[in-house]
Structures are given as C-alpha cells and as structure tokens.
C-alpha cells in the first residue's frame, strides 16, 4: 500500500514536470515501454524489486535496458536509486500512464465478457460507455466463463452488470425472499 502511494506521488510529479517542460508524451512513451518490457521480462522485474540486489546495480541494468529513454526519464531513475526506490519504476510507470490518460481526457475500459466478444456485443458495449462517460476510452476484453453470457462493463469507479449470472442471482434472491 505505501509502495502505491509513493508510485503515485513520484507519478504525478514527473508528470506535473513533463507538463511543465512539455514533453508529456515522449515521457508517456518511455512510461508504456518501461512498463511493457517489465511486463514481458520476468527476471528483469524480479531483480528490480530484490532487496538483495544493490541500488547501483538497478540503475546500471535500467540504464543499459533503456538507453534511449528521454533524458526526465533517466532523472526519475537517478532519484528512485538516491531514495533507494528503484523497485517502484514498474508501478510508477503504470500510474503515469494512468495519470497522462485522464489529463488527456482518455480513460480505459474493462469489459468481461463469457467469450470473446462479438461485434454484436462490442457495439452494445461501446453505447453503453456512451451513457457512462463522455471521454475517449479505450476497451479491455476479459473473458470470464463464470458470466455465462452477457458482459460486465467497467469504466473507472462505475460498472455495470448486464451478465446472465446476474440476472440469475437476482432471480434466486427474489425467489428465496417471497
């Protein structure tokens, strides 16, 4: 939890600065490859958060992995490794993202769906984003067998349940109660 809250606040400083500077989104670039490159290399991110694994040696495998990263980005690894905070890079780069989306007027969606979903059920779930949000929002397919059909649709704070295990929930607690 605390390891959060300082992602988010180094998160919101590199982007307050970016903003300043005007590079928000060559820094958004790096954010999105750091964190993909973390994501798809297992041991690199496992030795980032290694307590055993020295500070300087953090930064020189960050700084060797990303060497062509903008330079406010090579700054927030000199920090993180002066606060011995180095294993936050993934999490900050996350949050970054997160942060830049929303100054941007963009937000992300998570649609769960029982399978793959269908162009039928994307249309329904882009109109139902519609009512939801008026930003552009990029969608997330889940597939959940458990659902059984329909879709669960979260945007943010706000989801909405159109799935048929909803609907048989519902009827179930109507049943038992009368």
Avoid at 53 to 61: D, L
């Amino acid at each position: 939890m605390a390891g959060t809250r300082a992602a988010i606040r180094y998160a919101k400083a590199v982007l307050s600065l970016a903003t300043e500077k005007q590079v928000t989104e060559a820094i958004n670039t790096d954010m999105v490859l750091i964190s993909k490159t973390l994501k798809d290399n297992q041991n690199l991110d496992d030795s980032l958060k290694n307590a055993v694994v020295k500070s300087e040696t953090k930064k020189a495998i960050l700084l060797q992995v990303f060497p062509d990263v903008n330079p406010m980005t090579m700054e927030l690894f000199k920090v993180l490794d002066a606060n011995k905070r180095l294993y936050l890079v993934d999490a900050i780069a996350d949050k970054y993202s997160e942060l830049f989306d929303i100054q941007n007027g963009k937000e992300s969606a998570t649609v769960t769906t029982a399978v793959a979903m269908t162009e039928e059920v994307e249309i329904k779930v882009l109109a139902k984003i519609k009512e939801l949000t008026n930003k552009e929002v990029t969608v997330k397919n889940i597939v959940d067998e458990s659902i059984l059909g329909g879709f669960i649709l979260r945007v943010g704070d706000v989801q909405y349940n159109a799935s048929i295990s909803n609907k048989l929930n519902k009827l179930k607690r109507e049943f038992t109660i009368n």
